[in-house]
């Protein structure tokens, strides 16, 4: 059974930085694209960032870009968001998810077959 697991949230004030962290019990983990979501309360979920099965690959929106890093560690079978400059507009709840194809993950709207419970990260002014 495919599992993804987010840690890493918490509060935080703007400016400072938290580490998200997406632990997969998915066995061939290393074929799977990943990526990160969040959802404020009262808007709908939106897409953040996500990494291709190599790592090569990576993908961010346009409000993330430049303060936050996707990396992957596929002998762990784990991914990371490193959040840097936060904002008090990032509070949100941060989901991981997971597909074949990286095309189901920055698809609007997603279109990802596994997803994470999600972790609330909060950003205080």
């Known amino acids: 059974q495919v599992q993804l697991v987010e840690s890493g949230g918490g509060?935080?004030?703007?400016?400072?930085?938290l580490r998200l962290s997406c632990a997969a019990s998915i066995r061939t983990f290393s074929f799977?694209?990943?990526g990160?979501?969040?959802q404020a309360p009262g808007k709908e979920r939106e897409f953040v960032?996500?990494?291709?099965?190599?790592?090569?690959?990576?993908y961010y929106s346009d409000s993330v870009k430049g303060?936050?890093?996707i990396s992957r560690d596929?002998?762990?079978?784990?991914?990371?968001l490193q959040m840097n400059s936060l904002k008090s507009?990032?509070?949100?709840?941060y989901y991981c998810a997971a597909d074949l194809?990286?095309?189901a993950l920055t698809a609007t709207p997603p279109r990802a077959g596994y997803w994470g419970q999600g972790t609330q990260v909060t950003v205080s002014s």
């Open 11 to 17: 509060l935080v004030q703007a400016g400072g930085s």
């Open 32 to 34: 799977y694209a990943v």
């Open 36 to 38: 990160w979501f969040r």
């Open 49 to 58: 960032a996500a990494i291709g099965w190599a790592g090569g690959n990576t």
């Open 67 to 69: 303060r936050f890093t």
């Open 74 to 80: 596929n002998a762990k079978k784990m991914v990371y």
């Open 89 to 93: 507009e990032d509070t949100a709840v």
């Open 101 to 103: 194809g990286i095309q």
